[in-house]
């Protein structure tokens, strides 16, 4: 009896061990997902999501509604039409860790610890520090997804 109850509480600790992770790993998603950029005119000019050659909102807007699947499209054509755009690379490593894509938001992010640097969006949708760079906003995902960039400052 009493072996078939520690049994019992190991199969429970089990379950509950595999909903915390879970649970977890959908709160990390969400809490850092939701940090698309907007580029204002005051920046040098890109094809961007938004700004002057940005073409509209249309792919944060996707992301805001949860659409993600359209979101990647939206960012992957922006994205593969000015490569090396730190703002297209942003949103998109956001839309993969928002569809659980870990290792590809982390290749994404890891690119605009580079590309960012110096890039001060007209708008991140997540509290950063004032005059947060993009490279900034990309390295604090880094850091919260436990991985370490050299391109990343101290």
């Known amino acids: 009896m009493i072996i078939s109850n520690l049994r019992k509480q190991g199969v429970l600790m089990k379950n509950i061990s595999k909903f915390a992770a879970a649970f977890v790993a959908i709160g990390l998603a969400a809490g850092l997902g939701g940090c698309t950029t907007t580029q204002d005119d005051q920046q040098k000019p890109q094809s961007s999501e938004t700004g002057q050659t940005g073409g509209g909102t249309d792919g944060i807007a996707a992301y805001q509604a949860t659409d993600y699947n359209r979101a ?6 922006k994205n593969q039409a000015s490569a090396g755009n730190p703002y297209t690379q942003f949103n998109l ?8 894509r870990r290792d590809e938001a982390i ?7 580079v590309t960012g640097h110096g890039v001060v969006p007209g708008k991140l ?4 520090k004032d005059g947060a760079t993009l490279q900034d906003a990309a390295c604090d995902h880094l850091k919260a997804l ?9």
């Open 72 to 77: 990647e499209k939206i960012f992957t054509a």
């Open 93 to 100: 490593a956001d839309t993969y860790l928002a569809q659980g």
């Open 107 to 113: 290749a994404l992010y890891r690119q605009v610890a």
């Open 125 to 128: 949708y997540e509290a950063h």
């Open 146 to 154: 436990s991985v370490s960039d050299q391109n990343c400052p101290a």
